[in-house]
T-cell receptor, first 110, second 113 residues
Framework: KNEVEQSPQNLTAQEGEFITINCSYS?????LHWLQQHPGGGIVSLFM???GKKKHGRLIATINIQEKHSSLHITASHPRDSAVYIC????????????FGGGTRVLVKP | DAGVIQSPRHEVTEMGQEVTLRCKPI?????LFWYRQTMMRGLELLIY????????DSGMPEDRFSAKMPNASFSTLKIQPSEPRDSAVYFC???????????FGQGTRLTVV
């Protein structure tokens, strides 16, 4: 079993729909990261969080440390949100080392 | 700041050749990471440095891979000799410190034929 599991693997939505991506992990962590990778390949860090909730524009990330679970929400989705979203955790015993989920491929249709 | 700069962006080489990938981290960042991304295995950490010192190289696949960070503004990842199974996108990332957000370069797409 992978230390970081994401669901769904693939997601297709119509423009304007609310999107949720889930991430579960099995180890104690010091932080969880959400990354976005566009078709061109570049990776951008969206959020880093260790508790509660963060919001940036139409993106919201939440984390429940007790449940070892995080969600990334996209409100009013747009075709430019089409990308692969990757969850990564920094295990407590591992310093700066990140362990990655397999990614969720999101396609938003106009 | 221009962000993390990697070169080359694309590299095609023949099996057996030496390949050197380069990375310039963001100025002032003291952690640097090398990752590899493949379709089969996703993103994997190869090695990371704190203050130019290699901290964890357990992800380096085998002795053909080596990484150096001679100073705070430059790192290399070398593969010698290269093999077709090394074909992947190699990302470099830097971070201002332990537990801080990481900033990724655009990656180097390596194809070994």
């Amino acid at each position: 079993k992978n230390e970081v599991e994401q669901s769904p693997q693939n997601l297709t939505a119509q423009e304007g729909e609310f999107i949720t991506i889930n991430c579960s992990y099995s180890v104690g962590i010091s932080a969880l990261h959400w990354l976005q990778q566009h078709p061109g390949g570049g990776i951008v860090s969206l959020f880093m969080l260790s508790s509660g909730k963060k919001k940036h524009g139409r993106l919201i990330a939440t984390i429940n440390i007790q449940e070892k679970h995080s969600s990334l929400h996209i409100t009013a989705s747009h075709p430019r949100d089409s990308a692969v979203y990757i969850c990564a955790v920094a295990p407590k015993a591992a310093g700066n080392k990140l362990t990655f989920g397999g990614g969720t491929r999101v396609l938003v249709k106009p | 700041d221009a962000g993390v700069i990697q070169s080359p962006r694309h590299e095609v080489t023949e099996m057996g050749q030496e390949v050197t990938l380069r990375c310039k981290p963001i100025s002032g960042h003291n952690s640097l990471f090398w990752y590899r991304q493949t379709m089969m295995r996703g993103l994997e950490l190869l090695i990371y440095f704190n203050n130019n010192v290699p901290i964890d190289d357990s992800g380096m696949p085998e002795d053909r891979f080596s990484a150096k960070m001679p100073n705070a503004s430059f790192s290399t990842l070398k593969i010698q000799p290269s093999e077709p199974r090394d074909s992947a996108v190699y990302f470099c990332a830097s971070s201002p410190g332990q537990g801080a957000e990481a900033f990724f370069g655009q990656g180097t797409r390596l194809t070994v034929v």
